[in-house]
T-cell receptor, first 110, second 114 residues
């Protein structure tokens, strides 16, 4: 069965600094990996996905993620954080069904 | 397009009461899903419907039933609510059940069972 782990409950960065939100996965076959963002009192919004092809995937709002097969990781990154990026971020892996990580709360301070 | 809509937004039930959560999507998606979100646990799949007329259990189906009303609508029913079902419930849809498709989520229903 597939699983996904987000090792950090909380990530704090200063505005303008680069950010990384970590995700590792376990799946028996080819991984289908997703990142979602959740703003307060809202549903999840799709950011980006890796299906196949280039290991660096670009998504919405300037976010990107790097797929690393040898490390079974799919870390979310952004070169320059904004205060408005503060939210809850979920990594997900899809095999027989979609499995979500527990989430990482990103706080960007001015 | 409204996307995925859910009703109600909030609900308080007493133990043993029943209720139905409604979900509708206007994106002509084939697949629909019900999740619950609990603090520190991410989202867990309750039931899903790969296509109109089919439903399947997810990770945590006990205490719930679903009905795929038509292509647009997918309802979740709690027959006898328990405090352990206090949670935020999200409906989602995707173009298909194939793994490449991302999901679109509704705004959620916050349910409290006392």
């Amino acid at each position: 069965a597939q699983s996904v782990a987000q090792p950090e409950d909380q990530v704090n960065v200063a505005e303008g600094n680069p950010l990384t939100v970590k995700c590792t996965y376990s799946v028996s076959g080819n991984p289908y990996l997703f990142w979602y963002v959740q703003y307060p009192n809202r549903g999840l919004q799709f950011l980006l996905k890796y299906i196949t092809g280039d290991n660096l995937v670009k998504g919405s709002y300037g976010f990107e993620a790097e797929f690393n097969k040898s490390q079974t990781s799919f870390h979310l990154k952004k070169p320059s954080a904004l205060v408005s990026d503060s939210a809850l971020y979920f990594c997900a892996v899809r095999d027989s069904d979609m499995r979500f990580g527990a989430g990482t709360r990103l706080t960007v301070k001015p | 397009n409204a996307g995925v809509t859910q009703t109600p937004k909030f609900q308080v039930l007493k133990t043993g009461q029943s209720m139905t959560l409604q979900c509708a999507q206007d994106m002509n998606h084939n697949s629909m899903y019900w999740y619950r979100q609990d603090p520190g646990m991410g989202l867990r799949l309750i039931y899903y419907s790969a296509s109109e007329g089919t439903t399947d259990k997810g990770e945590v189906p006990n205490g719930y039933n679903v009905s795929r009303l038509n292509k647009r609508g997918f309802s979740l029913r709690l027959e006898s609510a328990a405090p352990s079902q206090t949670s935020v419930y999200f409906c989602a849809s995707s173009e298909g059940e194939v793994r490449v498709y991302e999901q679109y989520f509704g705004p959620g229903t916050r349910l409290t069972v006392t």
